[in-house]
């Protein structure tokens, strides 16, 4: 199946060279050169992965993603010359899967959408066997790759899904960052605590006003589900 990408960066010649890298990997790649017409090209086209650049003319990468947020979790790269650590948390925590910063590996980045795409695509086969799985008031279906509270959707993006089919699978298991890490973004660990904590974060804050109410930080320990 030929996936089809979205490259959102107001540089031609960043465009033309993740083209001509994802193109080799048979992805179907459109090209948006604002945020304007990215979120256009999103809601037209209605690419299975986005690589959205933050700098951009007429709407910058951050709104982009805010409204797409709105309407679809299909994975999002954040690609930026910005590379603090603020940066990076603030484009987590406006849902992005991921962040790649400037210049770049285009074999890195070719890594990073394969994962992607990986692991937000095959989740509806890989778990298709197993059942529904319940902890309290909350049910996820591995089929439907959805979550629910008390019967109600809760939106999750690809990575957030995985942590907490981690976590229901062994409710009252405390799971170190590093297994937190490689089941949620599929990737061999390294040093990533701020994506793993603004995940949790996020996480907590669509469960529960209250932070703790679900998932427990264990000091020193790692994370774990509360039964």
């Not at 008390?150 to 907490?164: A, F, N, P």
Request: aromatic letters at 8%; charged letters at 30%; proline letters at 4%.
């Amino acid at each position: 199946m030929s996936y089809k990408i979205l490259i959102a960066d107001d540089e031609p010649e960043i465009r033309s060279l993740l083209r001509l890298y994802l193109e080799n990997e048979k992805y179907e790649i459109i090209e948006a050169e604002d945020g304007q017409q990215a979120l256009e090209l999103l809601r037209s086209q209605q690419p299975a992965l986005c690589i959205l650049d933050i700098m951009m003319p007429k709407l910058d990468g951050y709104h982009v993603l805010q409204e797409l947020r709105k309407e679809s979790n299909i994975p999002v790269l954040i690609l930026s010359a910005k590379d603090a650590d603020s940066e990076k948390i603030l484009g987590l925590n406006l849902g992005a899967d991921d962040y790649l910063a400037k210049p770049f590996n285009p074999l890195e980045a070719v890594a990073r959408v394969n994962s992607a795409i990986r692991r937000f695509y095959s989740l509806g086969t890989q778990e298709t066997k197993r059942g529904t799985l319940s902890v309290r008031n909350l049910t996820l279906d591995p089929e439907a790759c959805v979550l629910k509270k008390d019967g109600k959707v809760i939106e999750l993006t690809s990575v957030e899904y995985r942590i907490m089919e981690l976590f229901m699978q062994q409710p009252g298991k405390v799971f170190t960052k590093q297994q937190i890490y490689e089941h949620g973004w599929g990737e061999t660990y390294i040093v990533a605590d701020n994506n793993i904590m603004v995940c949790i974060s996020k996480l907590r804050g669509k469960l529960d006003e209250d932070p703790s109410a679900y998932i427990r930080t264990i000091r020193g320990l790692g994370y774990r589900l509360e039964k």
